[in-house]
């Protein structure tokens, strides 16, 4: 077996199977107990005995626990039955992830209660027992945690089988993970999660610490496309592909990895996309902030030592050239995928795309080894270049490396060997607290000019008019928090950017930053609060409304700072805010409270602007209580069906079905206003009619987006509304209907 592949099993998940390796190699060999190394207890006899007292009546007592049962029925056996029960309990708990220590010894403990005169834990078992939980192993089902009874009976199975292979079938099982495989297999009926256990704790190096054999078979059915496609679903075909699989991504993850760690979990379990939202999209050309990275010099950070002598960074997979040829990911895949199988490749594709294309100077480089050590901080000095006189990593950018040492983390790097991580600010302030000294700024890189954005750029741009525009502008900058309120499709959230933006006079993200509130969002969400972090602990972690005020307080009090909060009614406002609740109001502004969690006086900065954004027409959600309004203006966001901006905008299109269904959802939103059980918090927002881009001048593409806006937006949204009233929803939608025929 290839080294790399080796080497790529996490070092943890590898000792449990040494430890357990003693015990199993007593069970192939001697037949000796590690409890009372004088008695045999892997033996025929005594595996006979035990299954016989398993299976006799296993379902009796139902409102006994599976330990009480086991206590019954062990009663009165021979003492190497008893011993051999205990080591099997050892056994089938020793790999289990998040089983306490004290619960894996208790249960050995209270089996081995049984024996008279009383046996002890050996001190080296004791040892392992000692495992803290969480630091190794897998996650069982809660079906493999309550099937004792069976998991006992079946490698009480295979013992009596074992003892039945010959002698040279034993020694050839011994060696080759393959062939005691087939003996288990052979053994009887299959138990594939005890089987699956005892594969993996016999030849760690071989299979995978994974149970469940769907879930086997679900990882490789993703991946197989990697390795040419599935062998087979046989269990030693599935497991023959795992481990084919394994050598593969080797080549592309840094350092040890199982197939749940992070950047290789999503290659075979992707995450569920979200709905797209009916609300034109809010992100404007804005110029790019810094970003940060997270980058392995090579395996194990193999290259350090030369990048960081001569200042650069460089990635690998040569044989692809000057990565400025490609014009896109699919490309590069491509020229990865040399035997045409079909592959994704995904994180190296990315890292290829990212590191060439996506990068920018004045980046900053955080340089890691493994999973856990930092080595270094540097600032991205070049664009990416093709360095032919190299004899490997030719894929090059300059970096002044600002800093070298050894730093450790308190949680899991990822895998990938490079990962932009501006978007994780926990981790990224984590590193800055690490590398950079307590006194020491980290400096900003050079920026490129702001676009302007103004009055006349939001009433582009919002179909809003402009007295409208001058009335929120004042409302805004009068109390310092205001909350957009309005139906779906009026254009909240797309509107909050700009407004901002119009406000501070160009498109600068910097001074502006967006949340989203919801029923689960807390004060330690939003402001400050202790946080579980993975070895076990706590660690005071600042929301994003206290670093936003503690930049906002850092830079000019006459430079404008906006905090958007999406959702803001879906929250509970007063869990959030907490003692903010004084401290936003304009007038109250730099006065100070002793934070909650924090021996620290804290005020919001003047310069700190709220805009909140509540749908009117979600029936599930609370209104607003008064101490939020107070503190708050509310202005209306209305349907912008007869705005200068949008009746520009339709002209254009020149669709006479357009302008029809428009008018008929002017005439609808009327009826939805008049409605008592509704009222023009429900109204149809213009949203719903942005012109696709590709509609603007085909006329067959104009059609069939209408109908889609029609059949599947409007008219479910008006069977909801009008739920208890049938026949007017089914009116209005033979309106909507007849108007884009």
Known sequence: MHNDTVASRPEPDMDIARQAGEMIAHMLGD???VIDPNTKIWTAAAAEDLRARIETDPSFASDMSQWDKLEVQLSGAPHEVVLLAAELVFLREHPLRWILPSTRRNHVERVLALLEPRVDIPEKMSEWLSRPSESAGFDPSTYYLGALWVHLSWVSTFIIHWSQLSDDERTAARSDPWQLQQAMLDSGDDRSDIRNTFQFLTHP???????SANQKKQIRDAL??????????????IDRDLLDLRSSLAKEVDGEFDFFSDGVMELWKPPHETASAKEPSADLPEPRPRHYWLYAPGRQASKWDEFSAVGIMAIGWDDLGDLSKYSNRDEIRQALDTEDTGSSLKNSVLALWQFQNEMEIGDVVYVKSGRRTILGRGEVTSEARYDHDRTEYRHVRSVTWTHQGQW??????PLKTLTDITTQNDFVGELKSLVLEEDEEELSPPTAELLPYDRDAFL??????????????SLLMRKKNVILAGPPGVGKTFAAKRLAFSVIGVQDPTRVQIVQFHQSYSYEDFLMGYRPTESGGFTLAEGPFYRFCEEARADDPGRPYFFIIDEINRGNISKIFGELLMLIESDKRGNELRLLYKDERFSVPPNVHIIGMMNTADRSLAVLDYALRRRFGFFEMAPGFRTDGFAARQKKLGSLSFDRLVDRIIELNAAIADDPALGHGFAIGHSYLSIPSDTQSDEDATSAWLQSVVEDELVPLLDEYWFDEPNKANGWAVALRTAIA
Do not use: C, H, K, M
């Not at 496309?225 to 030693?236: E, L, N, Q, T």
């Open 205 to 211: 190096e071989t299979f995978e610490p994974i149970p």
């Open 224 to 237: 197989s496309d990697r390795i040419g496609g599935a062998a087979g679903d046989a269990p030693v075909q």
């Open 408 to 413: 450790e983390l308190t949680r899991d790097a």
């Open 460 to 473: 582009n741009d919002v179909f809003l008019p402009e007295e409208r525009y001058s009335r929120l502008r």
């Open 31 to 33: 037949g000796r107990s």
